[in-house]
Nanobody, 113 residues
């Protein structure tokens, strides 16, 4: 099973920023829409953002205006720039490639003072 690799999580104060990265094998990256999902303790997994091969994007309402998803085709990498972070953004963030169905292992984001 091909897996994606996330990085960039950590502990940040409210109002701070983090940039997450998701690296995929080229064979996956070129033909898949890459999604970011998150799951907080005791909650359902939630869609956060996605970016298509053409660069089209979509976001969950709660992150619009604060998060930006982008892709670097030369590096087979998708980024999630997260600004103005709130405690409710605390979760494990995972990336997902559709339609291949590959997941990453996740990276923890904790927003706390």
């Amino acid at each position: 099973q091909v897996r994606l690799v996330e990085s960039g999580g950590g502990l940040v104060q409210p109002g701070g920023s983090l940039r997450l990265s998701c690296v995929a094998p080229g064979s996956i990256f070129r033909v898949n829409t890459i999604h970011w999902y998150r799951q907080a303790p005791g909650k359902e997994r939630e869609f956060v953002a996605r970016i298509g091969t053409s660069g089209s994007t979509a976001y969950v309402d709660s992150v619009k205006g604060r998060f930006t998803i982008s892709r670097d085709n030369a590096k087979n990498t998708v980024f999630l720039q997260m600004n103005s972070l709130k405690p409710e953004d605390t979760a494990v963030y995972c990336c997902y490639a559709y339609p291949t169905g590959s997941w990453g292992q996740g990276t923890q984001v904790t927003v706390s003072s």
